[in-house]
């Protein structure tokens, strides 16, 4: 609480504002009650002193009227009276009729009769002094026959009009007015009837007694009301019937009264024969108080009176009776101020005391308390008394308070620290911006990752700061926009932002709106996550899953192919077999012998199908030999220069002293075939085709371009390159160009290269291809180089055996590994390595033909028959088994099929050596398995034919086994 | 042929013998006198006393039955009520202005003299200017010359009926009814406002506006028997001489008045005697002439109530002023003054 200044406490002090409330009530009250004093107020029924005073004068004025009226009637009631006796008189009566009579008969007037008649109305004006002007009797002939003045006698009568009304039959009295040398006059008739000598009225009128007197004279002659007519302003008249002014009171002559608008307006309406009182406005804007009264003179006459008086005359003791009164109250009321004062300064002095107490307190002093003086109010005493517990209560309260307050904050300064730890210790960045855009807050993990200090952030824009400048603007506007409410708030969002020592981070932030009380918006409070590596790994992760998928498709599909190859080969051991021996029965120049050589021809076709097929899945014929390249390029491209388009040239560049290669020479030659085939038909007629060899070493970056799934080690490869300008491939054509079976030529298998893979992946090797579409096509492949050495220096090739395992377990593999071993047959070259034994000369061997396959078995028994051989034959392990123990003096020879169901070939194998040990095992099988073959048939006497084999083959096998059978 | 003439003879004796009605006040030859019917107001002063002093008028019953006819006065609470009967019912009526001209438009009526010269008064309570009417309820009977003269005073200050409560009543309702606070003002003519200023300090007569009574006879019967209108005027002089020539008289009409008053109306309220003899002197027996109405070039008789009830719609919109003319040229009362001795204006012989 702020003490209020020092004015405006003195205005709104309690004495203050009693004095003004007082004051104004009072003046309110005082003013109220005077003005309904002195106007009333109708609606209470309250009659206020002005009304009263307009209805006293209006009373007065109806009184004077009144009174007016009734002298003036009393008056003329004299008057007629006086006539009345007069022409009533019998004597008058009598002489008057006589009198006519007379003047009738006689030439000479009556003087005597006359004198008596006149002398009686002489008399009558004596007896009323000032009444009359004249009195005369008058003939119907308008002839005055007496008068009070004897010099009117034999006259004519001048009021003619008049004499006519009073003549009227039966109108006994008439009062009239006429003008008369300026001034108006008033006549009052009466008729004389004669009567007959009983006295009855005979109905004849032979004269009427006129009279004629002043108005003026008989209105001053009456008495006046004080202070109505006599005062200056106010005004009285009697008006005639015609609205002429017959007399006034002040006295206005009648043309100075037709200028004035107040005898004016009362002279119109005291001729409407009304009575009325009324408060009138006249032209001039004076505003007057008027009664008029009529006063009937007969059936349709009569005379008006006005009586008026000036309103504000009429007022005035009241207008100063009211200022008397006003000025009476403002002084009560001001000295009931004073004494209202006074009191108020008794009952607002403690309070002020009091406050000024509280004042103290509010200020800090909680020791103030409040002292109650002598002749303080009660109420006052027991409010300090009051004041002072609460003042101590508020200040042992306020202790405790500082003490809670001093523990509160040292709380909430521990847990502010706590919550910045918290915020430091949070791994993910903690950044809030205000709606201008700028940090407001940021976390240690923040300022860490951005590369400034906190307090260096802090106030910094976001946006210009810490976004790339491609995305400043759009972020800002979208900013804007929610800071405007305008936009709904992305919860998760992910951007790159700008780092200070980190270069360009991915963020992924989580975002909520802060607003305050009102619901405004205040800014936006982000966590933000640095994802970059773990995004970077995700993308690793699913290029791994990609190749792993694609690993698992191309084994999926190598075994298919090894699958098919095995069945074909089992097949083309069927057809191959036949077809041979049949060309074996016929004769050498019988005409079927070149449709069975076509056959034959045929059948080897689809043996090297099948064994590229066999070479993608990785399971092809594997003969590791130390292979001269540039010779073995060298030999087939010229081989394939016949299959050149028209226009077309191929060059060869071998690179001079390369190293001798551990390869298999079949498969590198397949490897050759198939990529210059390709170019040759990429490049079409008219282009160039080069292909190069070379080594050179390489390191993992290089070999990460390698199309293979695995990648070598870094080291020295010998490389195959084959280059051509033709039409190039686009990147999904590149892309698939190894998958089996994909080809763009109308007449390719789209094995070739699939082969090629196969093939480079077993050895170990890189392919690298460049391409695009019209820039040719460049591939290049890679054998790991397996050591010193150059085919140039000894210019021969060098075949070595090679005792390394390159293919994968198999159930050859284990078989081969609980057998010690055995020789490798080649299908068309045999190598005589193993100890045969000579067969017996003249009983033929017999060999034990184990296979599954019914028409191999039937082929074999047939070609062995051929070679004169006995024979027996198995359809699976168990009855070969079952076979040899039976027979097993007598089996010289077991040729075993390696894959079969229920025991593989390599199981029975190791049953038939567990009979008899020595026996001679030729295994066989559709895969390519001579590395295999060759352990097994080099450690245990065991040999191995590839499927599908001739008799050649067969023989050579059993020679190397049996080189002594019989034919 | 002697068949048909007898037939002929029976349908016009019978023709005959049927009575013509009494809408002509004539003498039946059965001998059995007609009634001379006038209506008279017993509840408005003075015309209840001169209509009282006429039925006991010896003189006249004497010279009616003289000519066959009985004399029978109908009383009536206003002249209004006696309109649509002048001529049939009624031979004479005395009633004031406004009657007086609708029955002169209406039917053939003459004018024998006046009955009254008075004013109609606005009478008030705690009012003292007309101009304070405005907004308060002011009881009038509707049509009568009472009414004109409310318009009149309204007019006079600026107002007009719709500036006012205008609550239609009978006379002799308006003093209990201002009494009663019931209304604000009325107007009316004597005696109801000297009732109210008698008995109420604080009423006050805020406007007089001067109206008249009149004695009419039927125009059928002045020309069907010109005597009898003529014995009903002699009759009219002979009651205000006689009124006038005594105050012992005047009291003797004033209980007669009275009577009838309460036959009328039992629960009205009773002027005092002096009241109804100060009235009866102030507005017919002092006033000069009376009744003989003095006609005064320049001031034709009732034509500014004529054009007031034609503005009201209480005559129709085509009467014309100069049948109220004809019916004031009627000369029977100069005829009678004429002759006082042959109507016996200065004898009296009133019988209770």
Redesign the interface.
């Known amino acids: 609480m702020n003490a209020p200044r020092k004015g405006k406490r003195r205005l709104q002090g309690i004495r203050d504002r009693i004095i003004a409330y007082f004051g104004v009530l009072s003046l309110l009250g005082g003013g109220s009650l005077l003005l309904v004093l002195v106007y009333g107020a109708p609606w209470l029924g309250i009659e206020g002193i002005h009304g009263l005073k307009q209805a006293e004068i209006v009373r007065t004025l109806e009184n004077a009227a009144d009174l007016k009226r009734q002298s003036i009637l009393t008056w003329l009631a004299s008057r007629r009276s006086e006539l009345a006796v007069v022409a009533n008189s019998s004597d008058f009566v009598e002489k008057a009729a006589a009198l006519l009579k007379e003047e009738a008969t006689r030439a000479v007037p009556p003087q005597e009769r006359a004198r008596f008649l006149s002398q009686h109305l002489l008399t009558l004006k004596r007896t009323s002094p000032d009444t009359y002007d004249s009195l005369a009797l008058v003939t119907q002939t308008r002839k005055i026959i007496a008068a009070s003045d004897p010099d009117q006698v034999g006259g004519s009568y001048r009021y003619g009009d008049f004499l006519d009304t009073a003549f009227t039959v039966g109108a006994t009295e008439q009062i009239g007015t006429a003008w008369a040398e300026g001034h108006p006059v008033i006549l009052i008739s009466r008729q004389v009837v004669t009567r007959d000598r009983a006295g009855r009225e005979t109905g004849e009128v032979p004269a009427v007694l006129v009279g004629v007197t002043r108005p003026q004279q008989s209105l001053e002659a009456l008495a006046l009301l004080p202070g109505i007519a006599d005062a200056a302003g106010n005004q009285m008249i009697l008006v005639g019937a015609q609205g002429e002014l017959l007399a006034s009171v002040p006295e206005r002559r009648p043309g100075e009264a037709a200028h004035d608008p107040l005898m004016t307006r009362l002279s119109q309406q005291a001729m409407t024969m009304t009575e009325s009182s009324r408060l009138e406005t006249l032209e001039d804007g004076r505003r007057i108080l008027a009664a008029y009264r009529f006063v009937p003179l007969g059936a349709a006459q009569g005379w008006g009176i006005a009586v008026a008086i000036d309103q504000e005359k009429a007022f005035a003791p009241l207008v100063s009776t009211k200022t008397r009164a006003a000025l009476f109250g403002l002084g009560m009321i001001a000295i009931a101020l004073l004494l209202v004062s006074w009191g108020g300064e008794r009952v607002a002095g403690p309070i002020r005391e009091l406050r000024n107490t509280v004042l103290a307190l509010e200020q800090g002093d909680l020791s103030a308390r409040s002292v109650a003086k002598r002749g303080v109010p009660q109420e006052i005493v027991d409010l300090a008394a009051t004041f002072n517990s609460m003042a101590r209560r508020i200040e042992d309260s306020h202790q405790e308070l500082e003490r809670k307050v001093a523990e509160r904050t040292k709380e909430l300064r521990h847990e502010k620290e706590n919550a910045r730890r918290y915020l430091d210790l949070a791994g993910a960045m903690l950044v809030l911006l205000g709606s201008d855009g700028c940090i407001g807050m940021i976390n240690r993990a923040g300022a860490q990752l951005l590369g400034a200090s906190e307090g260096e952030l802090l106030g910094v824009n976001w946006f210009d700061n810490f976004l790339p400048p491609d995305q400043q603007q759009g972020v800002r506007e979208v900013f804007d926009s929610l800071m405007r409410g305008e936009q709904q708030l992305l919860e998760f969002y992910e951007n790159h932002i700008l780092t200070r020592d980190k270069g360009e981070r991915l963020i992924s932030w989580h975002n909520i709106l802060l607003r305050d009380e009102e619901g405004n918006i205040q800014g936006v409070l982000s966590s933000g996550e640095d994802i970059t590596l773990k995004r970077q790994a995700e993308l690793e992760r699913g290029e791994l899953e990609r190749q792993l998928l694609h690993t698992q498709k191309l084994e999926s599909l190598g075994v298919l192919a090894g699958g098919i190859a095995h069945d074909f080969n089992n097949l083309l051991m069927a057809i191959g077999g036949n077809v041979e021996l049949v060309r074996h029965v016929l004769e050498q120049d019988s005409p079927a012998i070149k449709y069975l050589e076509n056959a034959h021809q045929a059948t080897k076709r689809a043996g090297d199908l099948t064994r590229q097929m066999l070479a993608y899945s990785g399971k092809g014929g594997y003969s590791v030999k130390l292979v001269d390249l540039n010779r073995l390029v060298g030999e087939n491209v010229d081989l394939m220069k016949a299959s050149l388009r028209k226009g077309a040239t191929v060059a060869v560049q071998l690179q001079q002293g390369l190293p001798l290669l551990e390869a298999d020479p079949g498969q590198m030659q397949q490897v050759i075939v198939n990529l210059v085939t390709n170019a040759i038909e990429a490049a079409g007629e008219g282009r160039a085709i080069t292909v190069t060899t070379g080594v050179a070493s390489l390191g993992a970056t290089q070999l990460a371009k390698s199309r293979l799934e695995q990648k070598p080690q870094p080291g020295t490869f010998l490389s195959i390159e084959v280059a051509d300008n033709g039409c190039g491939m686009d990147r999904a054509t590149s892309e698939r160009m190894f998958d089996p079976f994909f080809s763009t030529k109308f007449t390719g298998r789209g094995l070739g290269l699939s082969a090629v893979q196969g093939i480079v992946r077993g050895h170990g090797g890189a392919i690298f291809v460049e391409s695009g579409p019209g820039a040719g096509t460049r591939v290049k492949v890679l054998f790991p180089a397996s050591g010193p050495g150059s085919a140039a220096s000894t210019g021969d090739m060098v075949q070595a055996e090679q005792g390394r395992p390159v293919a994968r377990e198999t159930v050859l593999e284990r078989a081969l590994a609980k057998q010690g071993g055995g020789k490798e047959i080649p299908s068309t070259e045999v190598a005589a390595s193993a100890v045969a034994e000579e067969p017996d000369a003249e009983v033929p061997e017999m060999v034990l033909i184990v296979d599954d396959e019914e028409m191999v078995r039937m082929v074999c028994r047939a070609m062995l028959r051929g070679l004169g051989y006995r024979t027996m034959v198995a359809s699976d392990g168990p009855e070969a088994v079952a076979l040899f123990r039976e027979h097993a003096a007598e089996i010289g020879v077991v040729i075993m099929d390696l894959s079969m169901p229920q025991m593989d070939g390599m199981t029975a194998a190791e049953h038939l050596r567990s009979i008899r040990p020595d026996v001679r095992i030729v295994l066989s099988s559709g895969f390519s398995a001579a590395e295999e073959a060759r352990r097994l048939s080099g450690h245990q006497g065991a040999q191995f034919i590839q499927k599908p084999y001739d008799l050649v083959s067969l023989k050579k096998v059993l020679g190397q086994v049996d080189p002594g059978p019989a034919r | 042929m002697q068949f048909i003439l007898r037939w002929h003879i029976l349908i016009l004796f019978l023709l005959v013998l049927i009575p013509l009605g009494r809408a002509h006040a004539a003498p039946l030859p059965s001998g059995r006198p007609t009634v001379i019917e006038v209506g008279v107001q017993p509840l408005g002063y003075p015309a209840a006393m001169i209509g009282t002093v006429l039925g006991h008028d010896a003189i006249l019953r004497r010279e009616l039955a003289a000519s066959g006819y009985s004399l029978k006065l109908v009383p009536f609470r206003k002249g209004n009520d006696m309109v649509d009967l002048i001529g049939t019912s009624l031979s004479a009526a005395i009633v004031g202005d406004m009657p007086a001209i609708r029955m002169a438009i209406r039917s053939d009526v003459c004018m024998v003299g ?1 009955t009254k ?1 008075t ?1 109609t008064s606005v009478v008030a309570r ?1 009012i ?4 304070q009417l405005k907004r308060k309820r002011v009881g009038y009977p509707e049509g009568s010359s009472a009414h004109h ?1 409310l318009l ?2 309204l007019a ?2 600026g107002l007009t009926e719709q500036d006012v409560r205008l609550v239609p009543m009978d006379i002799d309702a308006m003093p209990p009814s201002i009494e009663a606070g019931d209304v604000d003002a009325f107007v009316a003519w004597e005696p109801a406002p000297t009732l109210t200023l008698v008995k109420n300090t604080e009423a ?7 109206s ?1 009574d009149f004695f009419l006879v039927s125009g059928s019967l002045v020309r069907r028997d010109p005597q009898a209108a003529l014995s009903l005027s002699a009759a009219l ?1 002979r009651a205000l001489n006689w009124l006038r020539q005594s105050n012992a008289n005047l009291q003797q009409a004033a209980l007669w008045a009275a009577k009838d008053a309460e036959s009328l109306n039992p629960r009205l309220q009773k002027l005092p005697q002096t009241h109804v003899i100060e009235i009866t002197r102030r507005e017919i027996l ?11 070039s320049g ?1 034709p ?1 009732l034509k500014e109530e004529f054009y007031f009830l034609k503005k009201l719609g209480k005559i129709p919109a085509g009467a014309d002023y100069q049948r109220v003319e004809r019916a004031f040229a009627y000369d029977g ?2 005829q009678v ?5 042959r109507y016996r ?2 004898e009296f012989e009133y019988r209770p």
Request: cysteine-free; hydrophobic content about 50%; glycine content about 4%.
């Open positions: 006046l010269k004013f705690n003292s200017l007309l101009a003269t009149q005073a006079s200050v006050r007569v805020l406007f007089r506006g001067a008249s002089v002092d006033v000069p002439a009376a009744p003989v109405i003095v006609r005064l001031h008789p009362l100069q003054l004429k002759s006082p001795q204006l200065g």
